[in-house]
């Protein structure tokens, strides 16, 4: 060890170690984009399996069908005739409908304001209760009386009332059933979810006057369709990117495929030939939806409380009836009536490429991680570099006339002569930077605050203009800070080491709760890590302050990838609506509790900012 | 009341007396365990009860057969036929019937509960119903399922019992005579390594599956949801369902093991012959009806070919009899004295007399180490003052 410490000690100062840390960043950022191309290969990822002995999928004969079409065909007319009726009338039937089978009804009536705009509604419900067994815990299927689209979920409905008067007469249920009508697809689910659980917000939302045990599963029917279907479309996507647990999805697929051969689809990839090209299309849909993570369906509000849901959604022009639709829920349901506890064997962090493969955090993990460590890379480099002396005034061309200082170094008994240099302590003024740090990632407040409370009217010019302000902010912002302080050299260093140094831990951490966010937020932010600063080990003012032609370029690169840019750039891309998208996203840090506008205007805003004001 | 304590010894120790090459069992017993709880192991409960079947078919009678369930398929409120158990899906035969004695049910089928019954150390409030009352003249047939590996079966999912533990246990059974032939079935995963370190005497040991390979399940009854049957508990059951039909069947054990078919098993079965006397050419002359039903034979005097030495043996032990019974008198009318707690069961009467015959002969010897430990005392201290004395010198 003695041998070896000085050695290393000596190549702390060599030079051309200081050099290599934004290459290593490079290394990074490239090695975790090509890992994550490499997950659909077949090396890279697995073939899903079931996890859980207890769920036996597919292992039970499935009856529903022969005389419950008429009795599915009856409801389905029943629920044709209530279009345009009031929530009233709806009401009546549906418990008419619930009574006729010998459950009780319950209501729940619930309101939202968001951007602008009132969600209101009411979900109806029943519990079947388990005839033998002990009401600790319960299954949920669920119908929304309209689907994400905003259509009509005849189908889904009628067949939903059908499943629950025939699953009445089975004896065999360990768990309660209940049969949820929701009014709508998002704000319906999240207010009954968030009423079982207690966590409701008593003035808009009302509670429950019924209630069964503890949640195991949820099962979404969505068959907005007057015909037959071609396949199953499983959405699984949770709120904030959460998903539900592997096994679930599995199961499902194994028994709409493998038991009842019905397609399975997933991620809106209504063609998938298992091809390299499509597994990385599919994985990086799901990936955006988890980044965005929004609310996919009704199943979206329950997983934030670790219930385990997906919607089957019936797709395209086929020969798969209702009754196969009904048969695989059956199934599913006897397959959740088997579970001893909570879906836990199987993973809970996972990418699916197809409805069979899978990977898992294990293998996709570090390719956030990479893209998040180059920042750390590059905060340590700048922290090391800032805390070095400047370099001697006079020019190195006549070493033998410049003598350096020297001094005696006296430690354990033993004596050195060391360059004086070596040992001067230089002080980090890390006031300024700190604090402009912390107040910029406390400032992300405010755009928070104005697109989350501004209404659906106001929001794309608010938007609008806040793009224009955020064009010119940071060089407003880099003069008068210039004009009151001026920017030292170590002081340039250490506002971009300290802004990386958050940056790297903000989505080291996050790439554990929502990847694929993290991996967005990162890649979108690398230029911070090579703007600002030209790659030398010096801390001279020429050295360290970037040159004009780098200033342009840097500006121009960063201008293009500044958050709002970015937000009007993906609306363009897949022609949405930013007024829809930006209430879309109030909505959704309102009513379902979404995080990522926290995380753009609150991380990844403020460390663009500091990006720009570096490069000014 | 008191039972005369001693005029039942003869009869209690005459199956002791008996030399052990007269083959002939005098009582057949069967340990049916299932280790595995939960819906999905319906099948384990479901093997256990179709053996249990059997062997009361056959003619073991409830008393001897000690059955163990860790979990109750019939009432589960999975079961979409309450209060039944089947073994096929053709569902012609419930195994829960009518009249079924669980002996073991629920949290009590535990591996010390098993092991404390196969070698008796169970406290006297356990009820005759949950001991295994077999003695050296006792056949015992050990069934047991459920998941396992290599050297281990698991018990419910909290712990396991190993090969050794398995071991250990039926050597305890055979030095307390507890047994005088064992057939040891296992159907689990590598169940073939569970009976290797067997090393007791007398055992006819035979497993499902050959170590790394799987046991795996017969079939499944699509409408109870879960497979009710093991493979080789299915072909085994077969053979005894078709062949064994009656008590009086002739049929060897070489014809049982000779029905594996190993390519609808699906996994290697394994035999140990080793420890029988005679190895595999005597144990496969065995009857089936040996370990699956119940003799009704009686002992008849004059069969075997040494009577003089039996009545020799007759007549010493009627003198350590009477010998005892003097000595019982003199205790009897000691303890006439308190009358108080006189409900002594007598076998445990029986065991107080043979206590206090040992512990005269150990008085006896107590007397000369006592002597033996003074004099070595006396030695030290002489030595002590000796070296001291030296010493001042």
């Known amino acids: 060890m003695a041998f070896i410490s000085p050695t290393i000690l000596a190549l702390r100062r060599d030079p051309r170690l200081l050099k290599l840390p934004p290459y290593l960043s490079a290394l990074c950022i490239f090695i975790g984009v090509v890992w994550l191309c490499l997950l659909p290969l077949n090396e890279y990822s697995r073939h899903t399996y079931i996890s859980e002995n207890a769920l036996l999928p597919g292992q039970v004969h499935t009856y529903f069908g022969g005389s419950e079409q008429n009795v599915f065909n009856a409801y389905k007319y029943e629920i044709q005739a209530l279009v345009g009726k009031d929530q009233k009338a709806i009401y009546e039937k549906l418990s008419d409908i619930f009574e006729s089978a010998n459950l009780r009804p319950a209501r729940q009536k619930y309101e939202y304001h968001a951007a602008g705009t009132t969600y209101s509604g009411e979900n109806v419900y029943a519990i079947l209760h388990a005839p033998r067994g002990d009401a600790t815990e319960a299954i949920v299927l669920v119908a929304a009386w309209t689907n994400m689209d905003g259509d009509l979920n005849q189908s889904g409905v009628a067949l939903a009332l059908a499943l629950a008067r025939y699953f009445k007469r089975w004896s065999l249920w360990s768990k309660d059933i209940i049969i949820l009508i929701t009014g709508d697809s998002r704000a319906g689910p999240q207010a009954w979810v968030d009423a079982y659980h207690d966590e409701h917000t008593s003035f808009f939302v009302a509670p429950l006057p019924l209630k069964s045990g503890a949640l195991q599963g949820v099962v979404v029917i969505d068959n907005a369709l007057d015909h037959r279907f071609e396949s199953l479309h499983i959405v699984y996507d949770g709120i904030n990117g959460q998903l539900p647990n592997l096994d679930l999805f599995n199961t499902a697929v194994s028994i709409a495929s493998g038991q009842l051969g019905i397609g399975v689809s997933l991620q809106r990839m209504w063609k998938h030939n298992d091809s390299y090209q499509e597994r990385l299309q599919t994985m990086l849909r799901g990936m955006v939806s988890q980044g965005l993570g929004y609310s996919s369906g009704p199943h979206s509000s329950f997983i934030p409380y670790h219930v385990d849901a997906i919607t089957l959604q019936a797709v395209g022009d086929g020969w798969q009836d209702e009754m196969a639709m009904g048969r695989c829920v059956e199934s599913i349901f006897r397959s959740l009536n088997n579970l001893l506890e909570h879906f836990h064997q199987s993973f809970f962090f996972y990418l699916l490429m197809q409805a069979d493969r899978f990977v898992s955090i294990g293998t996709y993990l570090p390719s956030a991680m990479l893209v998040a460590v180059n920042f750390t890379i590059m905060a340590i480099a700048l922290w090391i570099r800032s805390g070095r002396p400047p370099a001697p005034k006079v020019a190195s061309t006549m070493p033998e006339k410049e003598k350096t200082e020297m001094e005696i170094v006296q430690k354990d008994g033993m004596t050195a002569i060391t360059p004086k240099e070596n040992l001067t302590i230089l002080e980090r003024q890390l006031f300024l930077p700190v604090a402009l740090v912390v107040s910029l990632h406390f400032l992300g407040v405010i755009p928070l605050y104005v697109f989350i409370n501004s209404s659906r009217n106001t929001l794309p010019s608010c938007f609008l203009l806040f793009t224009f302000l955020n064009l010119i902010l940071p060089t407003v912002l880099a003069t008068s800070i210039r004009r009151h302080t001026p920017l030292t050299p170590q002081h340039h260093l250490l506002l971009q080491s300290i802004s990386l140094l958050v940056l790297g831990m903000f989505l080291a951490t996050l790439a554990t709760l929502n990847f694929s966010l993290s991996l967005f937020i990162g890649l979108l932010s690398t230029p911070l890590t090579f703007t600002g600063n030209p790659f030398s080990s010096s801390v001279d003012a020429k050295d360290v302050f970037p040159s004009n032609a780098r200033k342009y370029i840097s500006t121009l690169v960063l201008q293009l990838l500044s958050p709002p840019v970015v937000v009007w750039a993906v609306c363009y891309i897949w022609g949405a609506d930013l007024g829809e998208t930006l209430a879309e996203a109030a909505f959704g840090w309102k009513v379902n509790g979404l995080w990522t506008q926290v995380v753009v205007w609150c991380v990844w805003w403020p460390a663009w900012m500091i990006g720009g004001v570096l490069v000014n | ?393």
């Open chain 2, 1 to 393: 009341m008191k039972l005369p304590p001693l005029s039942l010894l003869p009869l209690t120790l005459l199956p002791l007396l008996l030399p052990p090459s007269l083959a002939a069992h005098t009582s057949n017993w069967a340990v049916l365990v299932s280790t595995s709880r939960f819906w999905f192991n319906y099948r384990h409960l479901a093997n256990v009860l179709s053996l249990y079947r059997t062997v009361k078919r056959l003619g073991i009678p409830d008393s001897q057969i000690l059955l163990m369930l860790p979990d109750d398929m019939a009432c589960n409120p999975r079961n979409a036929f309450p209060g039944t158990v089947y073994n096929n899906a053709d569902r012609a035969l419930d195994l829960y019937g009518d009249n079924i004695e669980v002996d073991y049910r629920g949290y009590e089928v535990t591996v010390e509960n098993f092991i404390r019954l196969l070698t008796d150390r169970l406290g006297e409030d356990v009820p005759r119903g949950k001991r295994l009352g077999s003695d050296g003249g006792s056949n015992v047939l050990v069934y047991m399922t459920g998941h396992g590996g290599n050297e281990f079966l698991k018990f419910q999912d909290s712990e396991e019992i190993g090969s050794w533990d398995l071991a250990d246990a039926f050597e305890q059974m055979w030095e307390k005579k507890r047994y005088n032939e064992m057939l040891f079935m296992i159907d689990t995963c590598q169940a073939n390594t569970l009976y290797k370190h067997f090393y007791s005497p007398n055992i006819i040991a035979t497993g499902s599956s050959e170590i790394d390979q799987s046991s795996y399940s017969h079939h499944a009854d699509n409408d109870v949801g879960v497979a009710v049957i093991d493979r080789w508990t299915y072909y085994n059951l077969d053979f005894l369902e078709t062949q064994v039909t009656s008590p009086t069947s002739k049929l060897t054990l070489a014809d049982l093991f000779g029905s594996y078919d190993e390519s609808k098993i699906h996994s290697n079965p394994g035999y140990r012959w080793d420890l029988f006397p005679g190895g595999e050419e005597k144990g496969r002359e065995r009857l089936v009806m040996d370990f699956f039903g119940n003799v009704q034979g009686v002992e008849v005097e004059g069969v075997g070919g040494n009577e003089t030495e039996w009545r020799e043996d007759m007549r010493r032990l009627e003198e350590i009899i009477n010998r005892a019974r003097a000595r019982g008198k003199t205790t009897e009318a000691k303890k006439s004295e308190a009358p108080g707690e006189e409900v002594i069961a007598h076998g445990r009467d029986l065991g107080k007399g043979k206590v206090e015959g040992v512990a005269k002969i150990e008085g006896v010897e107590a007397w000369s180490q006592r002597i033996l430990g003074a004099g070595a005392l006396l030695g030290c201290a002489l030595f002590w003052g000796g070296a001291s004395w030296l010493e001042s010198r």
